[in-house]
């Protein structure tokens, strides 16, 4: 288990890493975007992963700076992608409760404006449960970072406790499908009937929907029957580093 000292040592050491998920579509499998992915390169025990610390940092409040860097570090690589020539995609960041309640979105913006980027290229993907935690902050920020052009996902969408009429409400481009939906699609109905309401009900709002945890042609297959084209899985494309992800990028071109 990962304490508290190990993980300000590990930042300090240079010890994490970014990986990228792809977002593709089902219709051309254009790559559409990326989600990062914390990785920690530990010497002694190889690579940890997230699900191992972030409770952790979210626990101690490590995880405040912990996600500035993570933010940082993918618009400081969004740059230097782009100063590479390639055409980019969004690259989308996973917020923490703790994260979301100690920063505004102005903290938010001067860090994609260090880098000079345009807002859009940036996603900030939230729970709903962080969203809940403090709804009138969460508003106030979400409402900021989409007036500045920030992308914001809900994510793990299914799970949490908002209602309909705060979604209605919520300044947000995307709903991303929990992946426990996706797991039981097609066989199972109460999943195949939650997943088709979601997307609909992403439809009539106006806003994007991913569905995550894509691991069968068949869940592919019905999501694209059902107006889905946005997947992000193992089917798709597992989360890879920076360099395998530059190589994604460059076949665009
Ligand atoms: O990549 P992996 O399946 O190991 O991730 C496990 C969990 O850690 C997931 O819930 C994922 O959202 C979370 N996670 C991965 N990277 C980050 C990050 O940079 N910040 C936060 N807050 N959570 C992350
Ligand atoms: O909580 P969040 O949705 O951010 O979690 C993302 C995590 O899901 C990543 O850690 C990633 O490794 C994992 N993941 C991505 N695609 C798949 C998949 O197709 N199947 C499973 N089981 N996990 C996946
Ligand atoms: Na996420
Ligand atoms: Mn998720």
């Excluded at 109905?189 to 009539?204: F, L, P, S």
Aim: proline share 6%; net charge negative; hydrophobic share 45%.
């Amino acid at each position: 288990l990962a304490l508290d000292g190990d993980l300000r040592s590990a930042l300090a050491h240079g010890q994490f890493r970014l990986h990228y998920q792809p977002k593709v579509s089902l219709i051309d499998f254009a790559l559409e975007g990326f989600e990062a992915l914390l990785r920690w390169e530990n010497p002694g025990q190889g690579m940890i992963s997230p699900g191992e610390f972030i409770p952790v940092a979210e626990e101690t409040g490590f995880i405040v700076p912990l996600g500035d860097w993570v933010l940082d570090e993918a618009c400081r690589q969004q740059r230097a992608w782009l100063d590479q020539g390639l055409d980019p995609v969004p690259v989308a960041v996973n917020i923490s409760p703790r994260h979301l309640r100690h920063r505004t979105a102005e903290d938010f913006r001067r860090i994609v404006d260090r880098h000079g980027l345009p807002p859009g290229l940036i996603e900030l993907e939230i729970t709903e449960g962080a969203v809940m935690q403090d709804l009138d902050h969460a508003l106030a920020v979400l409402g900021a970072l989409k007036a500045m052009g920030i992308r914001v996902a809900v994510d793990d969408f299914g799970t949490g406790h908002s209602s309909l009429s705060y979604l209605k409400r919520l300044p947000i481009t995307t709903l991303k499908i929990d992946r426990s939906f996706i797991n039981g699609v097609p066989l199972e109905r109460e999943d195949a009937g939650i997943v088709t309401t979601i997307i609909a009900m992403a439809d009539m709002l106006g806003l994007d929907v991913v569905a995550e945890g894509v691991e069968k042609t068949e869940q592919a297959n019905f999501l694209r029957h059902h107006n889905c084209t946005l997947v992000q899985g193992w089917l798709t494309g597992r989360p890879v580093p920076a360099d395998a992800a530059l190589d994604l990028l460059a076949k665009r071109l």
